[in-house]
């Protein structure tokens, strides 16, 4: 059974930064489809980023990208989103995601495991 845990969300100001962990359990992390989703209140969830680390490739939102950095630690089986000049807009319940194969990266639909979400609120 996969599992995934998600931790490090919390309170901070604009234009500071957070680090999101993604603890995999029953699945080697290097042979999935990783992706971090956000759903904000009122606003159906959306991807952010997604790596396929088989192919060492990497998908952004335009919205994130040049900010918001995804990557895998193998020996830890962890994914990791690092989250730069971080914006009121980027305040949300972060989740991560997991796929043997998708279609689409940035459709919800295509993921296969969830984490249980990490809260994180920026402050204008």
């Known amino acids: 059974q996969v599992q995934l845990v998600e931790s490090g969300g919390g309170s901070v100001q604009a234009g500071g930064s957070l680090t999101l962990t993604c603890l995999v359990s029953?699945?080697?992390?290097?042979?999935?489809?990783m992706a971090w989703f956000r759903q904000a209140p009122g606003k159906e969830r959306e991807a952010v980023a997604a790596f396929f680390p088989l192919v060492q490739t990497t998908w952004y939102v335009p919205s994130v990208k040049g900010r918001f950095t995804i990557s895998l630690d193998n020996a830890k089986n962890t994914v990791y989103l690092q989250m730069n000049s971080l914006k009121f807009d980027d305040t949300a319940v972060y989740y991560c995601?997991?796929?043997?194969?998708?279609?689409?990266?940035?459709?919800?639909?295509?993921?296969?495991?969830w984490g249980q979400g990490t809260q994180v609120t920026v402050s204008a």
């Open positions: 029953g699945a080697t992390a290097s042979s999935y489809f």
């Open positions: 995601a997991a796929s043997r194969r998708v279609t689409f990266w940035h459709s919800p639909d295509n993921y296969n495991y």
